[in-house]
């Protein structure tokens, strides 16, 4: 079907943001403050056409020059004179609706909406395909670094290798500051909120499910693999102990959520969990609601990008590079010629093959304090090819900070093992067999190791 | 003039590479050896047509088909069906008579020789718009790190506050290597020469002439600045002395060579120069030859990139995703919209006024082992209103490390001195009037300090 736009006016961008919250408003203000930047570096003026919220007595936190503002998201996509969308409401419907509506007006998208991409790309880049119009979406991970034009583009010499990243902020400051402050957990996350890091209920983010679902869609631009978040084995933050935190640290690393994606014999490993990072590293030294991202490329070698997530401008800045790519007609040329989330593409299957992944392995157990305990996990371990690193144990402490009910009469300690390289089902295997043991209380802690 | 070149054949682009060294080999390893990634990428075939070298019977290191190696630039020049010259001999002649012939018979230019886009980048720019032709050069600074089209183009909705990298990977491996390994100058510069990091005669590398080169070309992009590389005040590593590295480790910090631009009131402050960079920061742990530069931008705050930034296939990397753009059609947009180095636009002046810069400063003397000496210098420095945030004085060794040529009997022994933010001007005229105190022997070291 071919679009139904005629001739636009070459020296202007006509564009429409839908959801002026945080990141919409930001792009407003970028709009109409700075015009002469982007008509600079679009070569034309990129015109804040319509702006539509639901709740038009709401303040905004920027002037609004009149007749801007509208309650109506149909009166944007009538409008013949819009050329281009900024899709800002958040959540799935109506946001798809409005896209694909919005698309068969004729209308260019840019977006930030990573839940709907993660969940619908498929459909909306096919449709998008069909129509002829394009989504940009540089904004909808990892907010004002700039990783998705970089692996589609600045990149695409290369066959990505691997890729592994902090993509949830709100994760990362839980974590460091647990680490740093020596902070619990949920006070850690009250101060998030109240800092404005965290949402009212923080559940995606500390989970894993919003780093996976940034994950399926680098893997997407990066691999040309349709993936299911949801095939991705996650682990959050929200069950970490912060005793951990602090015996990473003894053994010289930090702990992060690790976003992590490699080929390995041609099949592609996903995983999003806690991952001990050596200190000294960048990746290990990324602070506060900073993401990063550590790209290999086959000839490239590693390329490592750090920046601020997520927040008003840094988003805004990452949507308004998509808007003036857009309006200089960059974003449609790469969306011809990437297949992006193109469905019928060929999947690349998700490695199920532990037994190929292989890597370091941090283990903490609690122990019985009987000689011969240690003997007999390291038996286990290395009958399963698992030789250790190093090892930390303590003397009894009574009052230890971990509550895992220690049952009565016997002394349990805590027993912390790094372990050699090791596959990861042996590792698997391993573990499970050593937290039945007799001399083992509670679950046994796993987690991979970076250096 | 309009390009004489009529249509192309819309499925494919025909390249020649004028140049087959190391970074030529490596794009002709690329082109062969992976002809379905860059055209899945570019949407069409990107063909190596012809490449042409002076001498034909010097080994490549790569198995060239029949037909494309030549000893003839005028025979790719001439050649209607050439599309796109990739232009990597070095220097500046005939490098720059090959590139404007090459325009002029319609063809597209990717290179990535800096000094001859630092010295006749106007002009060739001016050219190139003229002729309604393009030249990528996203490999001319910082090899495999996408910086070029990082700032034009994924952070275009910014403007830039500041840029502050290492833009010379040789130099940053002399001085990672001194530090961690405690040798000295000569010595490492021999190992980088033997690693194949060092030029046989790395003088480019080492007194900041290569880095200042950069720092123009980047400056030109983020602030539209007509910058000449040789009004950058520049400082090499070729006159450190390994004491300061082992004294800056002492106080927290390494010392890495910094190209830095700063906008001040509108002013640009751009300087090369060995600067003390806060340990622990992500650009205090670049090692090795690798490169990194981070910018602030006003929307996006800061953003980090680090990777190689030379070596064969990390330059290659840069140049063929500058071709997948050119084949593409998105170098041409990025090309008409920006102005780059367009002769006639309005040159920011490169700021003078040492009085409106302000930092940190690292001092080492070498002082006589008086009563009262650290008084007087503590005086001078109060009377520019400079105060010190911490001292390290030893007591007197004999056959100290550095050789100033001490004069018989009098005791001197080093003084270092880190202090408070104090303008530059100050701190130049403090450092001036110390180093003639009689109670100071030979020069004053004096080196910016970074958090
Ligand atoms: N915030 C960040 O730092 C960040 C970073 C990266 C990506 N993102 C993504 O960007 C998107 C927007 O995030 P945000 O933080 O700006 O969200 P937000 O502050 O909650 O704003 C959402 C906006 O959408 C409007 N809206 C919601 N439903 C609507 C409807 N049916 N019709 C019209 N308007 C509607 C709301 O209007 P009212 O104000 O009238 O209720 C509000 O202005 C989300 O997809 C988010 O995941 C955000
Ligand atoms: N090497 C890196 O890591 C790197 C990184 C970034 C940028 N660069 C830049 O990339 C460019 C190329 O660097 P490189 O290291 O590849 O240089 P190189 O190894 O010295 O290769 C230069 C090539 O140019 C050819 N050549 C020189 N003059 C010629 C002429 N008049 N006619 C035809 N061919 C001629 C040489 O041919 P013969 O072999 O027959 O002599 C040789 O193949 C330079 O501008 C450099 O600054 C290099």
Redesign the pocket.
């Known amino acids: 079907m071919p679009s139904p736009r005629t001739a636009r006016d070459p020296s202007r961008t006509n564009v429409a943001i839908?959801?002026?919250?945080?990141?919409?408003?930001g792009v407003a203000r970028l709009l109409i403050d700075h015009g002469d930047r982007t008509a600079r570096h679009a070569g034309k003026t990129i015109w804040l056409s319509k702006a539509?919220?639901?709740?038009?007595n709401?303040p905004?936190g920027i002037d609004l020059p009149a007749g801007i503002l509208t309650?109506s998201?149909d009166e944007v996509i009538d409008d013949p004179e819009i050329d281009v969308i900024v899709q800002?409401?958040?959540?799935l419907s109506?946001?798809r609706e409005v896209m694909l509506r919005a698309m068969e007006a004729g209308k260019d998208i840019v977006?930030?909406?990573?839940?709907?991409l993660a969940e619908h790309g498929g459909e909306l880049f096919t449709r998008a395909q069909q129509l002829g119009r394009s989504i940009a979406f540089e904004?909808?991970v990892a907010?004002g670094v700039p990783i998705v034009s970089n692996i589609s583009q600045c990149l695409s010499a290369n066959q990505v290798l691997s890729m592994e990243g902090i993509l949830n902020g709100t994760s990362n400051f839980i974590v460091s500051q647990m680490e740093e402050k020596h902070a619990g957990y949920e006070p850690t996350v009250k101060l998030a909120q109240e800092l404005g890091y965290a949402e009212a209920d923080p559940a995606m983010d500390v989970d894993g499910t919003d780093a996976a679902q940034k994950l399926a869609i680098l893997s997407h631009l990066a691999f040309g693999a349709t993936v299911d978040w949801r095939d991705i084995p996650r682990d959050g933050i929200d069950r970490l102990d912060p005793v951990d935190l602090q015996y990473a640290a003894q053994l010289g690393y930090r702990i992060k959520l690790l976003a992590s994606a490699r080929l390995i014999d041609g099949e592609l490993e996903l995983s999003v969990a806690p991952t001990l990072v050596r200190k000294g590293t960048p990746m290990a030294e990324v602070r506060d609601a900073y993401n990063a991202i550590r790209v290999v490329g086959d000839a490239v070698g590693p390329v490592f990008y750090h920046g601020l997530?997520?927040?008003?401008m840094?988003?805004a800045s990452a949507v308004v590079a998509d808007l003036i790519d857009t309006a200089v007609g960059r974003t449609q040329l790469t969306f011809q010629t990437l297949e992006y989330f193109a469905e019928g593409r060929p999947a690349r299957t998700v490695q199920r093959d532990v037994g190929k992944l292989r890597g370091r392995y941090y283990l903490r157990l609690h122990v019985s304090n009987h000689p011969g305990t240690l003997a007999t996990i390291a038996g286990v371990l290395a009958e399963h090819e698992m030789s250790i690193a190093s090892v930390i144990q303590h003397e009894e402490r009574r009052g230890a900070s971990e509550a895992t009910g220690s049952s009565g009469s016997e002394a349990f300690v805590p027993l912390v093992i790094m372990t050699h390289e090791a596959s990861e089902g042996a590792a698997s295997e391993a573990t499970q067999r050593i937290a039945a043991l007799p001399s083992v209380e509670g679950r046994a802690v796993r987690m991979p190791v970076r250096e």
């Not at 839908?18 to 408003?25: D, E, L, P, R, S």
């Open positions: 839908i959801g002026m919250g945080t990141v919409g408003a539509v919220v639901r709740d038009l709401k905004r309650d998201i800002l409401i958040g959540g109506p946001a977006t930030a909406n990573k839940a709907l904004a909808a907010g997530g997520a927040g008003q840094p988003t």
